[in-house]
């Protein structure tokens, strides 16, 4: 089944990642640039995921995960390989409108985490709907040779533009003539 590409707004979004190895680095990783509020919990830590934590002044404890840590959580990622923790968190979840991640556990996932371009503001999600993973890094890869190195400044241009013209048809006609312009 595929999955619909919704893209949400993280920013300040209270974000649990339960685990401290390699995968929650790489969560870890795919999330500071949308700006959530994070928390790690973990026994234990990778020295790679301790280092990003520290960097980044993210609040971490080194203890088990307690049920209650979903209280007052927007979103967690269970990062850990212990099947039975991603089913009883996913579980737990359902009623408190809470979305979760299981890493590798489709079945207890409200959304999956693609490969993604960002460019400022400009993002680009890929996903396989989680079947083919290193497809999508491929693919990523090949549409960021592919972009413009000035992609940046070319939204901004035209976003200035955009912002000065009174909304209508016009308006989006003249912002599709400069987009084909700025591309050719």
């Given at each position: 089944?595929a999955?619909?590409?919704?893209?949400?707004d993280?920013?300040?979004?209270?974000?649990?990642?339960?685990?401290?190895?390699?995968?929650?680095?790489?969560?870890?990783?795919?999330?500071?640039?949308?700006?959530?509020?994070?928390?790690?919990?973990?026994i234990?830590?990778?020295?790679?995921?301790?280092?990003?934590?520290?960097?980044?002044?993210?609040?971490?404890?080194?203890?088990?995960?307690s049920f209650?840590?979903?209280?007052?959580?927007?979103?967690?990622?269970?990062?850990?390989?212990?099947?039975?923790?991603q089913?009883?968190i996913?579980?737990?979840t359902?009623?408190?409108?809470?979305?979760?991640?299981?890493?590798?556990?489709?079945?207890?996932?409200?959304?999956?985490?693609?490969?993604?371009?960002?460019?400022?503001?400009?993002?680009?999600?890929?996903?396989?709907s989680g079947?083919?993973?290193?497809?999508?890094?491929?693919?990523?890869?090949?549409?960021?040779?592919?972009?413009?190195?000035?992609?940046?400044?070319?939204?901004e241009?035209?976003?200035?533009?955009?912002?000065?013209?009174p909304?209508?048809?016009?308006?989006?006609?003249?912002?599709?003539?400069?987009?084909?312009?700025?591309?050719?």
């Amino acid at each position: 089944m595929a999955l619909f590409p919704m893209f949400i707004d993280i920013k300040n979004k209270k974000v649990l990642i339960v685990g401290g190895g390699m995968v929650a680095l790489r969560k870890i990783e795919k999330l500071i640039p949308f700006d959530p509020d994070l928390k790690v919990i973990s026994i234990d830590f990778h020295p790679e995921t301790y280092k990003i934590i520290k960097e980044n002044s993210i609040p971490y404890e080194k203890r088990a995960f307690s049920f209650s840590d979903l209280d007052n959580v927007d979103i967690v990622i269970v990062a850990v390989d212990d099947i039975d923790l991603q089913r009883e968190i996913f579980e737990k979840t359902r009623d408190k409108n809470i979305l979760v991640n299981s890493v590798d556990s489709p079945d207890y996932c409200d959304f999956i985490f693609p490969a993604y371009v960002k460019r400022g503001e400009i993002v680009i999600g890929i996903t396989t709907s989680g079947n083919l993973p290193g497809l999508s890094a491929k693919l990523r890869k090949h549409i960021e040779k592919t972009l413009p190195e000035n992609l940046e400044e070319i939204f901004e241009q035209i976003k200035r533009v955009r912002e000065k013209l009174p909304k209508g048809e016009e308006r989006q006609k003249k912002i599709l003539q400069l987009i084909d312009k700025l591309f050719e």
